[in-house]
């Protein structure tokens, strides 16, 4: 059996006029879309747009919830309740249930946004309180985790369903967690450098950090930001670099426990 990996990446971040990212070019490559909820960035009627794109072209639909900070497009640390937090995850993945229900579709996986997400891959205690109440409102939602971090761990722990995701456009440090932004070469630009990379890490089924390092994990799926300015030109890049190694494309199945 050959081997698979999803390749997702994070749209429907415009905002009435203002427009982020080119979402209809992704679409056309990726298999799975995280779609903003209204929060960090995006509005109902990029959310119901997006959604119907990605059904019309076969996409995975997943929640992409993040704080509540347009402003900082949700990139800002913020400090919250835990109870609060719970409903900011309810709130958002509600609203994408119910927009891609009306689009005749439905939400399949559920990934955290920005620094909400940077913050629970390190804090199991937010990272449980974010998944118990996404998995209240359905069960069988696969929740997208950052591979190898304090995620992963509370996942295996709650026995949901689960994929592990690494980033074609990020640089990580040796203890599984990426770069912060505000360092040189955090973000990776170079598509020419993104394939080759993505793909020595798919075939080793590990993450290889900035030192050079292994980190052996599951990795069944691959982000791509899609605010980043070459995101369409790496989105191929990297799904051509994993054909040609091999691999098959295609939306992820999720694991259990």
Same mark, same amino acid.
């Given at each position: ?7 997702? #990446? ?18 056309? *490559?990726?298999?799975?879309? !995280? ?23 076969g996409v995975g639909i997943g929640a992409h919830p993040g704080f509540d900070d347009l402003q900082g497009f949700g990139r ?41 997400? !940077? ?5 199991? #205690? ?18 997208? *985790?950052? #591979? ?36 040189? $070469? ?25 030192? $050079? ?31 040609? $190694? ?12």
């Amino acid at each position: 059996m050959s081997k698979t990996v999803d390749l997702n #990446a994070d749209m429907g971040e415009s905002f009435g006029p203002w427009t982020m990212g080119d979402d209809a070019a992704l679409l056309e *490559v990726v298999s799975s879309a !995280n779609i903003a909820c209204g929060f960090h960035a995006g509005d109902p009627d990029v959310m119901a747009a997006t959604m119907a794109r990605a059904r019309d072209h076969g996409v995975g639909i997943g929640a992409h919830p993040g704080f509540d900070d347009l402003q900082g497009f949700g990139r800002r640390r913020m400090q919250v309740p835990q109870d609060t937090l719970a409903n900011l995850i309810r709130y958002q993945l509600g609203a994408a249930q119910g927009m891609a229900r009306a689009a005749g579709t439905e939400v399949r996986h559920l990934k955290l946004h920005g620094a909400l997400s !940077n913050m629970a891959s390190v804090d199991h #205690a937010m990272a449980r309180a974010c998944y118990e109440a996404a998995l209240e409102l359905d069960p069988d939602l696969i929740i997208m *985790v950052l #591979a190898a971090t304090a995620m992963e761990e509370v996942v295996r722990e709650l026995g949901c369903n689960w994929c592990g995701e690494i980033f074609a456009d990020r640089a990580y440090n040796d203890d599984g967690t990426l770069v912060d932004r505000s360092l040189p $070469g955090a973000v990776i630009h170079d598509p020419a450098l993104a394939g080759p990379r993505i793909l020595q890490m798919v075939q080793e089924g590990a993450i290889i950090t900035e030192s $050079g390092a292994r980190i052996p994990t599951a990795i069944d799926t691959i982000c791509l930001h899609g605010d980043t300015p070459t995101a369409v030109e790496l989105a191929r890049a990297v799904r051509r670099a994993l054909s040609e $190694g091999g691999i098959e494309v295609r939306a992820f199945d999720g694991r259990r426990g």
